[in-house]
């Protein structure tokens, strides 16, 4: 099984699209030899319903993505549960670091992060425990 944890707030400064484009271009190219993919999309806001039609549309059979709200202290455990973590955000200042990105920094898992202007400054490879941090340009990034 592979999982991807992904949370969101379905706010403006998070384009969530490229995410179910990029699972919906794994799915269309999915062979037996690559594992199926079960997404997690977790939080709520504003634009959580709109995304949640976006994902009854797909039409996949190797991506499952389920969407949850969770407790605070189940967040964690489902983040250390993950093989990778997502996060889309991109700050309108460019000067900070999206506190989802640092749970899972610490929860040991790699991120793919959208890029944007200060992220090679705040986030050092071989510091801040950051095992891997693969910066999302487009949908072939994942």
Request: proline share 5%; aromatic share 8%.
């Amino acid at each position: 099984k592979q999982w991807y944890q992904r949370r969101v707030r379905g706010t403006p400064d998070e384009d969530f699209s490229v995410l179910l484009s990029a699972l919906e271009k794994y799915d269309k190219e999915c062979t037996e030899n690559h594992p199926n993919i079960i997404c997690a999309i977790t939080g709520n806001g504003p634009q959580k319903s709109y995304y949640e039609g976006k994902i009854e549309e797909l039409d996949m059979s190797h991506v499952k993505i389920v969407t949850l709200w969770l407790e605070p202290e189940d967040y964690p455990k489902l983040l250390a549960a993950s093989d990778v973590g997502v996060s889309l955000h991109f700050s309108s200042s460019g000067l900070d670091l999206p506190m989802k990105v640092v749970d899972m920094f610490a929860a040991g898992i790699p991120v793919c992060a959208r890029n944007f202007k200060c992220l090679k400054e705040l986030v050092i490879h071989g510091r801040m425990d950051v095992s891997l941090m693969t910066v999302i340009t487009s949908v072939d990034s994942f």
